[in-house]
């Protein structure tokens, strides 16, 4: 039981299950091998997970009491993670599992993400470095660390989102000191330079984080850990098409069906940042059809927002939100949970009104919004319940009232960072016809940064770059309109992005790392910098 522990901390999904089960041929009503197995099973996506999270959270044991504690997390854990369960619900069993284990750092993993989940950022980072910090008192004082590995990628991540991307760096630094060995950590690291716009060093990292993790039972995001396709991606975000290019036509070519259907998303992203549409509407098509061919039971629709995006790219809007509407109808499929149906069809409803906006078609965009407020209000994600709140902004920008544009954007804007790039955009361009132009360079920046971290399907890198030299242009900041000018042309050109120090005017870490430190405080773990 102690190593299958471990190994959980460790994020070794494979062998904490074997382990865990080990345990429970010994006792079967162990509440702790099961709660463990429930996190190993999640961990690998495996979806037994919420049945043995049944089994730990059934058992006897008193809240507050030791007995008690691996039968409230794995309540906590349920709350937290089944889609049925409502915000409010969720929250609160969280809460109160953590007031009832205060120092537990799994309760205040699964509370930092409660808190994350309804825009509660700084308040999600605090647990996120209480509980390193309770571990690195713990292994001052001889003993071991009982923070897992979600804990440390929770802290960088949310702190990616805080715009911090600075800090992220550093706390993902502080583990590796910790953990040299950890895949986990190494991608970690490599993640936050990514965000951090430091691409060559992110790659270093990545290379590092495949050689430790090719030794190794790991497991790591949501589709397991592929160095070939995490390369293509650097590659790609970095702006280095060339290599990207060679590295999926590898996967294309002799990855697993999973794999290439993973390279096919990926190379649609890239070819839309090109500006390659005849290419990137061939690649998402053959994407759709693997995803019939090869996933039982898959609908004809369900890869079918790849194509809607690259129709709204190629100027075809109405096309786009047919197929979008189509995508919002049929996702989940029926007998889902309540709040995740909510969930798809208030993500996929916004990208159809989205097109139509796009396209001038302002006449259905009050319904589509009152529409999408009631189905974000079903969702268990607070960014659902805020979405509406775009299309309305797109509404006023449209009839060109740009100040109630820009309030409803700000309404719109789930994080400090970027959680939907389309939001920064048109807040961009309002903050713009006002004469605000540093606020909306500042909005562009990051969602050109959230692009960094993760290649957004929603947005392309291309589309920020084009949409940043005009702001720079209308600020009078002529030199970096022309860099910005000069990324897009060698992009659509085709030729790699020359690696370059960023614009003049970006003033990135001191401003980010101010803005943290003010909303969170003193780091726990992590030097300043």
Do not use: K
Request: proline share 4%.
């Amino acid at each position: 039981l102690a190593e299958a522990a471990r190994a959980v901390e460790q994020g070794n999904s494979g062998a904490a299950r074997r382990l865990a089960t080990l345990a429970l041929q010994a006792d079967s009503a162990d509440a702790r091998a099961w709660l463990l197995l429930a996190r190993a099973q999640a961990e690998a996506l495996d979806g037994a997970w919420s049945e043995s999270a049944r089994r730990a959270a059934m058992l006897p044991g008193a809240l507050g009491t030791e007995a008690g504690r691996a039968p409230a997390l794995a309540r906590a854990m349920l709350a937290a993670n089944h889609p049925s369960t409502d915000r409010a619900t969720a929250r609160a069993t969280v809460e109160d599992v953590l007031r009832a284990y205060p120092d537990d750092p799994t309760a205040m993993r699964l509370a930092a993400i409660q808190r994350q989940m309804t825009g509660d950022f700084a308040g999600a980072v605090r647990l996120h470095r209480h509980a390193v910090a309770l571990d690195s008192a713990a292994v001052a004082g001889g003993g071991r660390a009982r923070s897992d590995a979600w804990t440390h990628e929770g802290l960088i991540g949310t702190l990616a989102l805080l715009d911090s991307t600075a800090a992220a760096v550093d706390a993902a630094e502080w583990w590796v000191a910790r953990d040299p060995a950890s895949p986990r950590a190494l991608m970690a690291r490599a993640i936050a330079l990514l965000a951090d716009e430091r691409h060559d060093a992110a790659i270093a990292a990545l290379r590092e984080a495949a050689r430790a993790a090719s030794a190794g039972d790991v497991t790591y995001g949501m589709n397991g850990f592929d160095p070939a396709f995490e390369m293509a991606r650097f590659h790609v975000a970095a702006g280095r098409f060339a290599e990207a290019d060679r590295l999926m036509d590898g996967i294309l070519r002799s990855g697993s069906a999973e794999a290439q259907r993973r390279a096919l998303a990926l190379r649609v992203f890239a070819l839309r940042a090109r500006r390659r549409w005849g290419e990137a509407l061939a690649a998402a098509r053959e994407r759709r059809r693997r995803d019939v061919r090869e996933r039982p039971g898959a609908s004809a629709v369900e890869g079918a927002w790849f194509e809607a995006q690259v129709l709204r790219d190629m100027g075809e809007p109405r096309r786009a939100a047919l197929l979008f509407d189509s995508v919002a109808r049929f996702l989940p499929p029926p007998g889902h949970p309540p709040p995740l149906a909510a969930r798809n069809r208030a993500w996929y409803g916004v990208q159809a009104a989205r097109a139509l906006a796009d396209a001038g078609d302002t006449t259905e965009l009050t319904r589509r919004a009152d529409s999408l407020a009631a189905d974000g209000a079903r969702s268990h994600f607070e960014r659902d319940a805020r979405l509406h709140h775009y299309v309305r902004g797109r509404l006023w920008a449209a009839r060109g009232d740009h100040a109630r544009a820009v309030a409803e954007y700000r309404a719109a804007a789930f994080c400090p960072a970027v959680c939907y790039p389309a939001v920064n955009l048109a807040l961009a361009r309002s903050l713009g016809a006002l004469g605000a132009h540093a606020e909306a360079i500042l909005w562009l920046r990051r969602a050109r940064r959230g692009h960094s971290a993760t290649p957004q399907h929603w947005v392309t890198r291309t589309e920020v770059d084009s949409a940043l030299a005009e702001a720079f242009a209308a600020a009078g900041e002529a030199d970096s309109a022309r860099a910005y000018r000069a990324r897009v042309a060698r992009v659509v050109a085709g030729r790699d992005v020359r690696p370059a120090a960023a614009p003049r005017g970006s003033g990135r870490a001191s401003a980010r790392n101010a803005a943290y430190t003010t909303a969170s405080g003193t780091r726990s773990g992590v030097s300043s910098r």
